[in-house]
């Protein structure tokens, strides 16, 4: 059987690269081919390069506000990898619809809310602010609406009375950890039914 080719976006340290990464083995219908950040800051690209998997750096900053032009040359290494599915994972650039129309139905995204719950950024202060007593993750097909996509996937954390910002987005990222290793070997086997931890 040959395996699905999963490319993976980070921004970041790249934690849940790394959960992705290691559960592609064994009977996984999927394998990483690459890596690809659009910094060379991002301290996920030393754990890929250390896991022996191709990377790649795209910096966004010489673009400007030129994002056409930034996801031109984004786009490269994807299509030179062969990656038949995307993985945006602490990816934290836009991107428009021009980038995604090319991979709809074949990309996902991880966001730490319960979405449609607060879209964007700042999710733990505003679920804090807002006095929930449930907060999570989602993992959603991406579409040119920003956090938008069909969700494949939720798991759900307890927020308590002393939780903070911090604490809170510690509880949700073990739970991303679980959630989105689920929800792609799924998906690489044609199963877009969604999956909601615990
Ligand atoms: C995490 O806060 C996660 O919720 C979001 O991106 C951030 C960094 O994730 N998806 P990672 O450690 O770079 O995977």
New binding site residues.
Partial sequence: MSHKRVAIL????????VSLVRSMTSDHPARPCLVLSNTAEAG?LAKAEAAGIRTAVVDHKPYGKDRAAFEAELIQPILEAGADIVCL??FMRVLTDGFVSQFQGRMLN???SLLPKYTGLNTHERALAEGDIHHG?TVHEVTAVLDDGPVLGQAQVNVATDDTPESL?AK??VE?HKLYPAVLRRYAMGDKTPIFLP
């Fill in positions: 980070i921004s970041g340290g790249g934690s849940n690269m996920g994972a602490g991880i966001h730490p993750c987005a949700v990222l991303e």
